[in-house]
């Protein structure tokens, strides 16, 4: 304590100081626990994961609503550094990958990392800091050098933009928000919507309902999927031998990687696939009429393949049907069509998919000179790799802009773009820097290049997906094969990016 004139100096009130975190990861799916798993690895531990739900499990917490599994066999969606011998089935349900990922944080010791209920609504970037501030609903801010924007492209739910939605008296439930109490049995039942979502409920739902109605927009190309139950001597196998484990992944894989010929670009496996889907289509669904409802008029691919072995078949029984009229609006009792007719139902299952920010930022953000994400992205986003985006120092994102997988699975995405992460994460922290951020020449270069390349798909062949802003901008998939994106994910190139020092020490304190 200093003297002035012989009298200690008076107290100013102490300023709350917050400390600055080396890494924070907002998220705490699959993306934002691998990062926190892969960094550790690295020696990096001053680490917070923020998740705004009261669990881990991203997509796999969220979506439980009856039938949820994956497209992908399981022994393909899984960390690779993480197999798992026991998956019960080809392809998993729901709850069986939830208990993966709480394994994985068991395993990894991953829960004193956890903030439970740490909603991010903002980011901003201090240059003279070089820090990020973390601004969460409730609760007071996190600082931290680095930032992965681990949130989900498919984390919020979207409903459909129907006039009267907010009129109708009975039970309203979206897919990714499954009301497990509510008693399905002997109820009169929409389900708008006829995306992977849907066809994974619709023929569960059909077994308990009165009567089931199925409201269509556009159909999709469904393939038979091909799932088993794991037998005993498998497991036995995957779980002493696990290159066994690893070798059947590797196949899965590049079968998965095949299927890109067909379904990124139109060539004759296009065609191939189209005819096996036709074909499957005439196999499971006798009724001609329902079958020209069923046909798609677009190219496979250019939205998301569907797989199903019962969704056709649960289309056929008595108490369900199919309505492909547009919707005029939603009423007190139900759901009116364009062709007039109302229809009385009990509760109205949205199967509308995701609000995905393609065209905008997952929340606000505001970069080095005090631009927004929000602005920048306005007309589609765009980003480096699909990590980085100039003028955003030390942000990272896992499946960010054109990251997006049509034929093979997310990890073999996340996975790459994590190794990434960790390289960039590694070199601000072992460089002691203040700004690591990518060139704007260079990610205009990636981008140019990753659009001329996006024309020639079947995602932007002509059909509305989600994968486009409105103006058909495709800010979501990325245009090759897994092994390609793979590959540029590899290399770290220092070229790309402008790398500042600090002046002074960093300091591990800031006023709260
Ligand atoms: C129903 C469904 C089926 C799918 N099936 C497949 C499939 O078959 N194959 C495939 O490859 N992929 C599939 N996916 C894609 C799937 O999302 C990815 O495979 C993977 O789970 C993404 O993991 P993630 O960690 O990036 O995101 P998520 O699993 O979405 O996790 C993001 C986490 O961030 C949290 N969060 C979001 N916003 C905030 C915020 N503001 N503040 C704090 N926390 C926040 C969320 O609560 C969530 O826990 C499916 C997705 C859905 C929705």
């Known amino acids: ?146 930032v992965v924007a681990a949130q989900g492209p498919l984390a919020n739910p979207s409903l459909p933009d129907i006039p009267g939605i907010d009129s109708f008296g009975g039970e309203v439930i979206h897919s990714a928000r499954w009301d497990n109490d509510y008693d399905f049995d002997g109820k009169r039942v929409a ?59 590797n196949a899965l894989f590049y079968a998965h990687e095949a299927m890109a010929t067909g379904v990124i670009w139109n060539t004759p496996v296009t065609r191939l696939l189209e005819g096996l889907a036709k074909a499957f289509l005439r196999h499971q669904v006798p009724d001609a009429w329902v079958r020209r409802q069923l046909t798609p008029q677009y190219r496979i691919g250019c939205k998301r393949l569907l797989i199903s072995n019962d969704y056709y078949p649960a289309l056929m029984r008595d108490n369900v049907k199919l309505y492909d009229w547009p919707i005029d609006k939603i009423c007190e009792k139900g759901i009116r069509s364009a062709e007039g007719i109302e ?55 896992t499946l960010g802009p054109n990251a997006g997988p049509g034929h093979n699975s997310a990890l073999a995405y996340i996975e790459p773009q994590i190794d990434y992460i960790v390289q960039g994460i590694g070199t601000i922290l072992e460089y002691d820097l203040r700004a690591l951020d990518v060139r704007a020449d260079a990610q205009a270069k990636h981008n140019a290049e990753l659009q001329k390349r996006l024309a020639r798909t079947n995602w932007n062949s002509g059909c509305s997906s989600w994968y486009l802003t409105e103006d058909g901008f ?24 402008r790398a500042i020092r600090h002046n002074a020490e960093f300091s591990r304190t800031v006023d709260a």
């Open 1 to 146: 304590m200093s003297a002035v004139n012989g009298h200690a100096a008076r107290k100013t009130p102490a300023t709350r100081k917050a400390r600055v975190l080396d890494v924070a990861i907002i998220g705490a799916g699959f993306s934002g626990l691998g990062t926190a798993i892969r960094l550790r690895e690295q020696g990096i531990t001053d680490i917070a994961i923020l998740e705004r739900g009261d669990d881990v499990g991203g997509t796999w917490r969220d979506n439980t609503y009856p039938g949820a599994a994956c497209d992908i066999p399981s022994n393909l969606y899984s960390f690779s550094f993480a197999q798992n011998p026991r998956w019960s089935r080809g392809y998993s349900g729901s709850a069986e990958i939830l208990d993966y990922v709480h394994h994985l944080v068991d395993r990894f010791e991953l829960r004193p990392l956890m903030r439970f209920r740490h909603n991010v609504k903002g980011l901003e970037f201090d240059e003279a800091r070089g820090a990020w501030t973390i601004s969460i609903a409730g609760k007071r801010n996190v600082h931290a050098r680095c």
């Open 191 to 249: 389900v708008i919507g006829t995306g992977a979502s849907a066809i994974q409920i619709v023929p569960e739902l059909a077994r308990r309902v009165d009567f089931l109605k199925v409201f269509q927009r556009t159909p999709a190309w469904i393939l038979p999927r091909l799932d088993y139950s794991a037998p005993d001597w498998n497991k036995t196998l995957f779980d002493k031998w696990p290159a066994s484990q690893t070798a059947v992944r």
């Open 343 to 397: 229809h009385q139902v009990d509760c109205i299952v949205f199967a509308t998919g995701f609000s995905v920010p393609k065209a905008a930022a997952p929340f606000p953000i505001t970069g080095a000179g005090g631009r927004q994400l929000d602005n920048e992205w306005a007309r589609g986003a765009a980003a480096y790799k699909s990590v980085n985006v100039a003028g955003y120092p030390n942000l990272f994102m």
């Open 474 to 497: 495709n800010a979501t998939m990325y245009p090759g094969f897994a092994t390609q994106y793979r590959a540029q994910m590899k290399a770290f190139v220092n070229a790309d990016y």
